[in-house]
């Protein structure tokens, strides 16, 4: 892992938001995507799920709020805090804890019917026996035939196509409005992403620039690393099957 990715998710946490066009719908729709599959996966109806890489609670909070209980984690405090703050302001009852993926020891609990990274997480770890310890430590969480579920860019595409530029998006009203998108600097099978936030004031724009570090995980490299670490059987979901905007990967301890 990049060691600027925690000061990358500190400095965007009071901004995370903002790169959605509305992060309450986008809090509710991804929960009413990936709360069936984890209940369905996992044979629980409110599975006791991990959220490993929460950020400011995207998936954590709208999973809560379906039902499911959720303890979340993450390497950023000032995410955690945010996402702490967002969980009281909902009236949510979620124990948050600061711990990196590669030791989830500050996480007292385990035996989880689920452990989730979600958002692109497990690509931030640049490194093979990173990615391995990782898997490891969410394997030690989870009780006999927990699952773990992890959402990833389609890496066997974009690896082919190298995208230097995620499109800009406009969102709000005008006076208020902002304009997101991406710059992709590859550098063989790692990049840079430029993360712009241009927000909009009553004289001026004001830019937010923002970088991270990622690997093209492949799907076949993730695979062999998920069945080292013990898990028996793995399974790739894809938009088309379930709506979400990115693959999903279901391995099972």
Request: charged share 25%.
């Amino acid at each position: 892992m990049d060691a600027a990715t925690d000061t990358f998710y500190d400095d965007l946490a009071d901004y995370y938001h903002l790169i959605f066009e509305d992060w309450n719908r986008s809090i509710d729709k991804q929960a009413a995507i990936l709360g069936p599959l984890l209940e369905q996966y996992a044979n629980r109806v409110a599975p006791r799920v991990l959220d490993c890489a929460c950020g400011i609670g995207t998936q954590t909070l709208g999973l809560s709020m379906r039902g499911h209980h959720l303890i979340g984690s993450d390497l950023s405090r000032a995410s955690v805090a945010r996402a702490e703050k967002e969980a009281v302001l909902r009236g949510l009852k979620i124990q948050f804890y600061i711990a990196d993926m590669r030791n989830l020891s500050p996480v007292r609990e385990d035996g989880f019917d689920v452990v989730l990274a979600a958002d692109n997480a497990l690509p931030h770890l640049l490194i093979r026996k990173d990615r391995d310890q990782t898997l490891r430590e969410m394997a030690g969480k989870l009780r006999p035939g927990g699952i773990l579920v992890a959402t990833i860019r389609d890496y066997d595409h974009l690896i082919q196509t190298r995208p230097a530029i995620q499109a800009p998006s406009f969102y709000g009203i005008q006076g208020q409005r902002r304009i997101v998108h991406q710059i992709w600097d590859w550098d063989g099978n790692e990049y840079d992403v430029h993360l712009y936030i241009s927000l909009e004031t009553s004289t001026q724009w004001i830019v937010q620039h923002y970088v991270s570090r990622y690997h093209a995980l492949l799907r076949n490299d993730l695979t062999v690393s998920l069945q080292e670490a013990g898990f028996t059987t793995v399974q790739w979901l894809e938009p088309s099957e379930t709506s979400f905007y990115q693959p999903v990967v279901i391995a099972r301890k």
